[in-house]
């Protein structure tokens, strides 16, 4: 397969992905169609399937990838439905959040909905190291994201505890995409755990590009406001970085989550002038270099280039 | 095994389920901790736990029938936890809600946890065929409790609509506690419809003898005051009969949720004095001889005679 043909067929199968995925949410509850409707067929970028469909092409194809694609995508989305509530997400995906339309129970209640669904995708792989797999997963989002609020709420805040919140809340999943794609290819230990760690450390690098864009975006771009964490009281690698340049000046704006005109304006300035910006931007790269490193023991392949592509775009987009 | 070695032999089982427990929901994470020790290890009266035990034992023994039992009580708790949000419920189990003492936040991600749980202990039974029951059943779950929601918010009451929400809500997750066991025994096809159907009526009784208790128990017994449901705009079995018995005085009763002093008493009274009360009791005892007559496939033992008792047992707390 060239790279021409890998892009016309993962076109095809993500075509096929997305009539599936209707077919999946659908219910006999109009409130659960309508939920559904909002969020899991407004689209997103369906990264995780992509990583499902480029990492199972770039071991020549394994069965059951469509089943493995939908499930990691149903989980993500049933994240999101339980996470508006949480963040207390104004927009999500440029739209209104879904609890805001239908009240708290509708978006918690369909959230639990999909991952009935993804239960179903499981026991369809026929593979229960599968089903493993995803209670392991499922464990670390969930952990992940109580960490994420408990270090807010006691004021934790350290560079080991925000890898250890978006290594749950995001690699574990993106994860579970390429070392699923593995075991249902009943891959060689090797393979196995190169795609593992590229899957582990291509999310690491996804959230942390996606955590610097918050504040160092740009707001056109973005679709939404920047310096919405530093809003919402949540420290990422960007304000550690600043705390430890700046922390006179930096401590009072996020202990009043930047309430006063121009704090976050300052924010972006001190991280820039101060080299705070250019920590994160280096730390990103250096985590996509292994993210590469990783898929050293699979063969060279156009869907093997791709996923190397996939790392690298996340740091041009900081850079 | 006769009825005083059942009794043992039980009591020792949740004996040993209640340290499983324990560990299952145990997490590095303190905030985790501190909500499944509010929720999980309160106790409450492990009736679903129970029926897998007594059906187990009815059929001599099944193997993985801890697995399954604990699955079905993480999946009962990890529902009480989104609930708990849904029905903005005062307490539970006699306790403040979860979610006012930790937020939303912990309560929801806190159920996602939980639901993380069962996905392992279903993987640990090594069916895939459980994986199948246990996703249909959360299927029903959710879609029940947003029908349930969905009734409410557009007045969608009849008694079809209330039997569909009950049968979702709590019936299947029961008749996953005893076809569960049929599938770890591979029983025979005439077995496993004979527990399927027990489980799927003993649940519908359940839910029938809560709601009527509801607005015509004691609540001195019931621990919380009467005529919850209808202040929360629920509408049940009795208030179906009452409307159709009582319309002119009952329907701007329902329809300001009894903010007026006196309006629970007053439905408490028409509910004997129409017979609708009679007429809820009479569906809940035929609704029990149904469970009762489902297990005639199965042979006599102590332990079919205790599912018999449990089912009768709902009767006697409404006569």
Same mark, same amino acid.
Not at 240 to 254: D, F, K, N, Q, T
Not at 259 to 275: F, H, M, Q, S, Y
């Given at each position: 397969?060239?790279?021409?043909?890998?892009?016309?067929?993962?076109?095809? +199968?993500?075509?096929? $992905?997305?009539?599936?995925?209707?077919?999946?949410?659908?219910?006999?509850?109009?409130? /659960?169609?309508?939920?559904? !409707?909002?969020?899991?067929?407004?689209?997103?970028?369906?990264?995780?399937?992509?990583?499902?469909?480029?990492?199972?092409?770039?071991?020549?194809?394994?069965?059951?990838?469509?089943?493995?694609?939908?499930? %990691?995508?149903?989980?993500?989305?049933?994240?999101?439905?339980?996470?508006?509530?949480?963040?207390?997400?104004?927009?999500?995906?440029?739209?209104?959040?879904?609890?805001?339309?239908?009240?708290?129970?509708?978006?918690?209640?369909?959230?639990?909905?999909?991952?009935?669904? %993804?239960?179903?995708?499981?026991?369809?792989?026929?593979?229960?190291?599968?089903? &493993?797999?995803?209670?392991?997963?499922?464990?670390?989002?969930?952990?992940?994201?109580?960490?994420? $609020?408990?270090?807010?709420?006691?004021?934790?805040? +350290?560079?080991?505890?925000?890898?250890? /919140?978006?290594?749950?809340?995001?690699? #574990?999943?993106?994860?579970?995409?390429?070392?699923?794609?593995?075991?249902?290819?009943?891959?060689?230990?090797?393979?196995?755990?190169?795609?593992?760690? $590229?899957?582990?450390?291509?999310?690491?690098? $996804?959230?942390?590009?996606?955590?610097?864009? !918050?504040?160092?975006? *740009?707001?056109?771009?973005?679709?939404?406001?920047?310096?919405? !964490?530093? @809003?919402?009281?949540?420290?990422?690698?960007?304000?550690?970085?600043?705390?430890? @340049?700046?922390?006179?000046?930096?401590?009072?704006?996020?202990?009043? &989550?930047?309430?006063?005109?121009? !704090?976050?304006?300052?924010?972006?300035?001190?991280?820039?002038?101060?080299?705070?910006?250019?920590?994160? %931007?280096?730390?990103?790269? #250096?985590?996509?270099?292994?993210?590469?490193?990783?898929?050293?023991?699979?063969? *060279? +392949?156009?869907?093997? #280039?791709?996923?190397?592509?996939? #790392?690298? +775009?996340?740091?041009?987009?900081?850079?």
């Amino acid at each position: 397969m060239n790279a021409e043909t890998l892009t016309l067929d993962l076109e095809t +199968s993500l075509g096929r $992905f997305e009539a599936r995925l209707r077919e999946l949410v659908d219910s006999d509850v109009e409130f /659960i169609r309508l939920i559904q !409707d909002d969020l899991v067929t407004a689209g997103g970028k369906r990264i995780r399937p992509r990583l499902v469909l480029l990492a199972s092409r770039a071991l020549g194809g394994v069965p059951r990838e469509m089943e493995l694609a939908l499930a %990691v995508e149903l989980l993500h989305s049933a994240t999101l439905l339980h996470d508006d509530l949480v963040d207390d997400a104004e927009t999500r995906r440029g739209r209104e959040a879904a609890f805001r339309k239908y009240g708290n129970a509708v978006s918690v209640l369909s959230g639990d909905y999909l991952l009935s669904r %993804v239960l179903y995708l499981l026991a369809e792989t026929g593979r229960l190291e599968l089903v &493993r797999l995803f209670a392991d997963v499922a464990r670390q989002l969930a952990e992940g994201e109580v960490f994420q $609020f408990q270090v807010a709420a006691l004021g934790e805040y +350290s560079k080991a505890n925000y890898e250890r /919140i978006i290594a749950g809340k995001t690699a #574990a999943l993106m994860r579970a995409c390429t070392e699923g794609v593995a075991l249902l290819a009943d891959a060689a230990p090797m393979v196995r755990e190169a795609l593992r760690r $590229f899957g582990y450390e291509y999310g690491m690098v $996804f959230q942390m590009r996606d955590d610097y864009l !918050d504040l160092m975006g *740009d707001g056109q771009v973005l679709g939404k406001p920047v310096g919405g !964490d530093v @809003r919402e009281g949540k420290v990422t690698l960007i304000t550690l970085h600043l705390l430890e @340049r700046a922390a006179e000046e930096v401590g009072p704006i996020l202990a009043r &989550r930047a309430a006063k005109p121009g !704090d976050i304006a300052r924010l972006r300035e001190l991280a820039i002038a101060t080299g705070a910006a250019e920590a994160v %931007v280096e730390a990103i790269t #250096a985590r996509a270099e292994q993210a590469v490193a990783a898929l050293d023991p699979l063969p *060279d +392949s156009p869907a093997k #280039a791709q996923l190397i592509e996939l #790392a690298r +775009s996340e740091v041009r987009r900081v850079r």
